[in-house]
């Protein structure tokens, strides 16, 4: 088993940033593939951004690339997700997510663990 557990999320004027966490513990982390997905109320669950292991590529959604960051410390096994320059059509409920290595990385379905997410809002 994994359990995946966020954490940084807060309000935060537009402009801002904000640093998100996702701790991983039970199985080693360090050759799945991770992802963070979002959800806004109302909305689909969307795809923000993930990495492959062993350095194989990471993906970010069209839309955010430039804005949001991706990085795994495999020793602290932890997921960040850096994001700078918010909007307030970034709110939502953040959730980090692992899978096996060959996951397609923007379909939530392909990913077998998930955290219970954390609030982003953001203001005007």
């Known amino acids: 088993q994994v359990q995946l557990v966020e954490s940084g999320g807060g309000l935060v004027q537009a402009g801002g940033s904000l640093r998100l966490s996702c701790a991983a513990s039970g199985r080693t982390f360090s050759t799945y593939t991770t992802g963070w997905f979002r959800q806004a109320p109302g909305k689909e669950r969307e795809f923000v951004a993930a990495d492959r292991w062993g350095g194989a590529g990471t993906y970010y959604a069209a839309s955010l690339k430039g804005r949001f960051t991706i990085a795994r410390d495999n020793a602290k096994n932890t997921v960040y997700l850096q994001m700078n320059s918010l909007k307030p059509e970034d709110s939502a409920v953040y959730y980090c997510?692992?899978?096996?290595?060959?996951?397609?990385?923007?379909?939530?379905?392909?990913?077998?663990?998930w955290g219970q997410g954390t609030q982003v809002t953001v203001s005007s």
């Open positions: 997510a692992a899978g096996r290595a060959t996951v397609v990385v923007g379909l939530a379905n392909e990913y077998d663990y």
